[in-house]
């Protein structure tokens, strides 16, 4: 029943802020959490690719407090461990992480996301048991240490109509081209700088709400 309930409020999900510190303009990760649940995001996804688990297990926890509040859904980057330790909603894991199939094992109540960059990936992610499988990176972007690698608006359309699970996309979005992901069918657009590094997080979760559930495709 755990399960059940974190993927109803996942189908509602339309913004997806994921976190980066550095990228913040010199805000902390608290700081951006209250700003996107004040502009009404119902999950955010706790990522810092440089940080100690230790470090990561600590805001976790802070964050797990301050998600129930505001009844959003929260996912883990990359760490099953501290997902379940702190008991978060879900993870995400990334092409050189766990793999979804040994994640689903140890877990029946967490949401399970999977990175893929191409269809091949996409496709063994859903036959291994993920919820949900991001597409990207879609633009160049600054979160990724290859940065001129990215799959493009196509790639949404083409690995999305094949899918049957739910998927997000991720990569160098942001308001001025959230337009084109859109258009290639995307429902559920996840972003960092996109967000953390606007001047009013809080408007500009708000925009992008806006912007996604006014498309013809959402919902």
Same mark, same amino acid.
């Given at each position: 029943?755990?399960?059940?309930? /974190?993927?109803?409020?996942?189908?509602?999900?339309? =913004?997806?802020?994921?976190?980066?510190? #550095?990228?913040?303009? *010199?805000?902390?990760? @608290? #700081?951006?959490?209250?700003?996107?649940?004040?502009? +009404?995001?119902? !999950? =955010?996804?706790?990522?810092?690719?440089?940080?100690?688990?230790? #470090?990561?297990?600590?805001?976790?926890?802070?964050?797990?407090?301050?998600? !129930?509040?505001?009844?959003?859904?929260?996912? =883990?980057?990359?760490?099953?461990?501290? %997902?379940?330790?702190?008991?978060?909603? +879900?993870?995400? @894991?990334?092409?050189? $992480?766990?793999?979804?199939? %040994?994640? /689903?094992?140890?877990?029946?109540?967490?949401?399970?996301?999977?990175?893929?960059?191409? !269809?091949?990936? %996409?496709?063994? %992610? #859903?036959?291994? *048991?993920?919820?949900? !499988?991001?597409? +990207?990176?879609?633009?160049?972007?600054?979160?990724?240490?290859?940065? *001129?690698?990215?799959?493009?608006?196509?790639?949404?359309?083409?690995?999305?109509?094949?899918?049957?699970?739910?998927?997000?996309?991720? *990569?160098?979005?942001?308001?001025?081209?959230?337009?084109?992901?859109?258009?290639? +069918?995307?429902? /559920?657009?996840?972003?960092?700088?996109?967000?953390?590094?606007?001047?009013?997080?809080?408007?500009?979760?708000?925009?992008?709400?806006?912007?996604?559930? $006014?498309?013809?495709?959402?919902?």
């Amino acid at each position: 029943m755990i399960k059940k309930a /974190r993927l109803e409020k996942f189908k509602n999900v339309d =913004i997806y802020p994921v976190t980066c510190q #550095e990228l913040s303009k *010199g805000r902390t990760n @608290l #700081e951006v959490l209250d700003a996107v649940l004040a502009g +009404g995001a119902k !999950i =955010i996804q706790l990522r810092e690719k440089d940080w100690s688990k230790k #470090e990561i297990y600590d805001l976790a926890i802070e964050f797990k407090k301050r998600t !129930i509040l505001n009844n959003a859904l929260l996912i =883990i980057n990359d760490y099953l461990d501290i %997902a379940l330790a702190v008991q978060a909603d +879900g993870v995400h @894991l990334g092409q050189d $992480d766990l793999p979804v199939s %040994a994640a /689903r094992k140890i877990t029946d109540d967490l949401i399970i996301g999977a990175s893929s960059h191409n !269809i091949q990936e %996409a496709l063994q %992610a #859903e036959k291994d *048991g993920a919820d949900y !499988i991001n597409i +990207g990176p879609v633009f160049p972007t600054k979160t990724k240490k290859n940065a *001129g690698t990215f799959v493009g608006t196509g790639a949404i359309t083409k690995i999305g109509e094949k899918l049957k699970t739910p998927f997000t996309t991720m *990569g160098g979005i942001n308001k001025d081209n959230i337009h084109l992901v859109l258009e290639a +069918g995307a429902q /559920r657009v996840a972003m960092v700088t996109g967000i953390n590094r606007a001047q009013d997080m809080v408007d500009r979760v708000r925009t992008l709400k806006k912007i996604i559930r $006014d498309s013809k495709d959402w919902g």
